[in-house]
């Protein structure tokens, strides 16, 4: 069941600054609704640090970003981009790239990540469960 659901964050046209904004939207967000740990607060910041980078660095355009706080502690984030190009995880290029591992950090972070096409780009979901990142 679903417990929050915040107003979109969206900007039009990313910018070099548009990854510190959404940061900024997801922790005062989850600060806001004081249901969720310092920990997991974190890793959700970073969770969308690195998918909003991504859209500023690979797909341009648009961004929108959502997160939804569920009963029991799950949250859920959503990245939709305007680039139908499909991701290209790190692990599968080894340990020789400085740059690139974005997605691998977010799958570790999240318990559950996908890739959804779009005609007019493409929506990554992560799914958090916060008890799991108390074990990590």
């Given amino acids: 069941m679903l417990e929050v659901t915040a107003p979109p964050f969206e900007v039009p046209e990313v910018t070099d600054a548009t990854p ?12 806001k609704e004081s249901v969720v740990s310092e ?7 970073l969770i ?4 909003v980078t991504n859209v500023v660095r690979h797909a341009g355009g648009r961004v929108r970003l959502e997160i939804e706080l569920h009963d029991g502690g799950v949250i ?10 499909q991701t290209d995880p790190a692990d599968s290029y ?22 959804i096409p779009l005609p007019d780009g493409k929506t990554i979901v992560a799914i958090v469960d916060p008890t799991r990142l108390a074990k990590a």
């Fill in 94 to 115: 080894g340990t020789e790239r400085e740059s690139g591992y974005g997605l691998l950090l977010v799958s570790r972070l999240a318990h559950s990540v996908a890739e």
């Fill in 48 to 51: 969308v640090s690195e998918l």
């Fill in 20 to 31: 510190s904004f959404a940061r900024t939207y997801a922790r005062n967000l989850l600060i």
């Fill in 39 to 45: 920990k997991t607060i974190d890793a959700i910041v």
């Fill in 76 to 85: 859920v984030v959503r990245c939709t981009d305007s680039s139908t190009t």
